[in-house]
């Protein structure tokens, strides 16, 4: 019980860090899906893309005693920050950390579910990238689909002309997912749009 009461805290400070410094974290309908898919699918091997501060590799990582979680971030004062979360919940030995640029690195490892919840405008390209490290039938999730309500927004009514790159960034991704014949992809209405993509098994339908 004392270690529930702890890892309650933890998650809770982890929280209240990524409120104060302006750190997007996963809303909590979208946390609650992730684990609930994670339990129902029985997954024991993530990698992340974009650690951020730990927050959704160390749920992810309690939801499931067996789950171990490679995950990548490029930003080193967020990585520095996973780090000492991750210590604090002592699950070094069950999530690897990697400090680097997603797009530079090369994994060999296969995996049955690949979270993609980093820079949106590149999607595509950490689809492609890390796509040969699933195995057949596994899953690739990726968060904010719907990037604040902004998708389903009149382009012309976003005043940032980045905003509206990575607005029409998200909407080829959604394209390009919906094109994919090797996948087959559902968009769920669950906190900030989550897009679920299960690859076929070779022969497969």
Do not use: W
């Not at 590799?57 to 990548?72: D, E, F, G, S, Y």
């Not at 000492?84 to 699950?91: P, T």
């Amino acid at each position: 019980m004392d270690m529930v009461k702890s890892n309650y805290a933890h998650i809770k400070e982890i929280k209240e860090y990524a409120i104060n410094n302006k750190i997007p974290i996963m809303k909590p309908e979208g946390i609650d899906f992730l684990t609930t898919f994670i339990i129902k699918h029985q997954i024991t091997n993530v990698l992340e893309i974009g650690t951020a501060i730990g927050y959704s590799a160390i749920m992810m990582t309690l939801c499931n005693p067996n789950l171990k979680v490679t995950t990548i971030e490029r930003d080193e004062e967020r990585y520095l920050e996973a780090v000492k979360n991750i210590k604090k919940m002592q699950l070094e030995d069950r999530i690897t950390l990697i400090f680097n640029d997603a797009l530079k690195t090369k994994l060999d490892d296969k995996y049955d579910l690949i979270f993609i919840d980093a820079a949106k405008s590149q999607n595509i390209k950490f689809f492609e990238l890390f796509e040969r490290n699933l195995i057949d039938g596994g899953f690739i999730i990726t968060d904010n689909m719907y990037f604040h309500g902004l998708v389903h927004k009149n382009e012309k009514e976003i005043k940032s002309r980045n905003v509206r790159g990575i607005v029409r960034k998200i909407k080829d991704y959604i394209v390009f997912l919906k094109n994919n014949s090797n996948y087959n992809t559902a968009i769920y209405d669950v906190g900030d749009g989550i897009a679920v993509s299960e690859k076929k098994a070779k022969g497969g339908a």
